[in-house]
């Protein structure tokens, strides 16, 4: 009995253990390992806006100088204590992923190795340090080259950056189309270093109901409509419209003699006294460069507070009478 009870804590203590169970040759969705990436990619622009905020109140462009070298040390900081602890990033752990070594022989779940994860953090950070920091880099050599050299040096080494960036572009243009042919490795650097997303659970489902995806795709699908709708709705002239429906014109007409003296002294765009006043054809008056700019940006313009058509911006002619005291 002793020795049974011993088998079967090694069978459980084995079953229990990460990725025993789990089938690395079970597919993963492109569009889980496609968030896995953009929850990684917005964690590190949130941890460099919290490191910023701590030097919110010193010198304005303090952190400016060493920006690349600090993004890259806080990208190496998360690496550290998220992929190279359980061969998982932070998305790939809130979709219960995780990288396993397609380099190994063997069928069952292996995690990286630690020359793997060392080269996912570097082809991962350093060509994106390598990108900002180029100019200062060209520099640096040309000035320790003599006069003569230092053009055809930085020439030599700008034409050299510009190929391998572009050579880099290319490939990984052609990975990803290869990752949306096969469903594997959407980042250049895993299919190099040999890592490819497997299921860190069994029998895992992305588990989003036909009731969210709906109601997102309902809402995004008004969002683009409005986006598309309201640069095409005037909507001075449809306010104007409405106040002039509200207010009616009868009423509109008996206020005309008690209000006459208030129009001349407020711009109808602005609100402020007016500035070399104009007028459209109504009886409102407005500022030469509020009436000016409007009527430019809509040729259609309407007045805003009685919706008549807006003519050509004339000078206020007013007459003054002289009352002796």
């Known amino acids: 009995m ?39 990619t917005a964690l590190e622009q949130l941890v460099w806006t919290q490191f910023s ?15 690349p070298e600090l993004r890259a040390l806080l990208q190496f900081l998360l690496w550290r204590f998220t992929l190279y602890s359980n061969s998982a990033t932070v998305g790939q752990s809130l979709l219960s992923l995780r990288y396993h070594n397609t380099l190994s022989t063997s069928p069952r779940y292996r995690p990286l190795s630690r020359r793997q994860k060392l080269g996912l953090a570097l082809l991962t950070a350093g060509p994106r340090w390598l990108q900002e920091r180029s100019y ?21 080494l700008r034409n050299s950056l510009t190929l391998v960036s572009s050579i880099t572009q290319i490939a990984s243009l052609i990975n990803f189309l290869v990752f ?3 469903g594997r490795h959407p980042v250049l650097a895993e299919r190099i270093v040999g890592a490819q997303a497997a299921f860190s659970k069994p029998n895992v489902v992305r588990d989003v109901t036909y009731q969210y995806m709906n109601r997102e795709l309902l809402w995004h699908g008004f969002a683009e409509f409005l986006i598309f709708l309201l640069p095409l709705i005037n909507t001075r002239k449809l306010k104007a419209k409405v106040f002039s429906i ?17 129009v001349w002294k407020e711009c109808g765009l602005c609100g ?54």
Request: with cysteine; aromatic share 4%.
């Open 136 to 156: 200062s880099l060209l520099q640096s050599l040309s000035s320790a080259a003599s006069a003569v050299d230092s053009g055809l040096l930085q020439k030599g």
């Open 53 to 67: 905020q701590c030097f919110h109140y010193c010198r304005p462009g303090l952190l400016t100088p060493l920006e």
């Open 180 to 182: 949306l042919r096969k």
């Open 2 to 40: 002793g020795f049974e009870s011993e088998d079967d804590q090694k069978r459980t203590s084995k079953s229990s253990s990460p990725g025993s169970d789990v089938d690395p040759q079970t597919p993963v969705l492109r569009i889980s390992q496609l968030d896995a990436l953009e929850l990684d």
């Open 246 to 262: 509200v207010s009616g014109g009868d009423s509109t007409e008996r206020k005309g003699s008690t209000e006459e003296q208030g």
């Open 272 to 325: 402020e006294w007016p500035t070399m006043p104009h007028t459209v054809g109504c009886r409102h008056v407005f500022c030469y460069y509020c009436i000016k700019t409007h009527s430019i940006a809509d040729p259609d313009l309407t007045c805003p507070k009685c919706g008549a058509e807006a003519g050509q911006p004339e000078p206020l002619k007013m007459e003054v009478e002289m009352v002796a005291m």
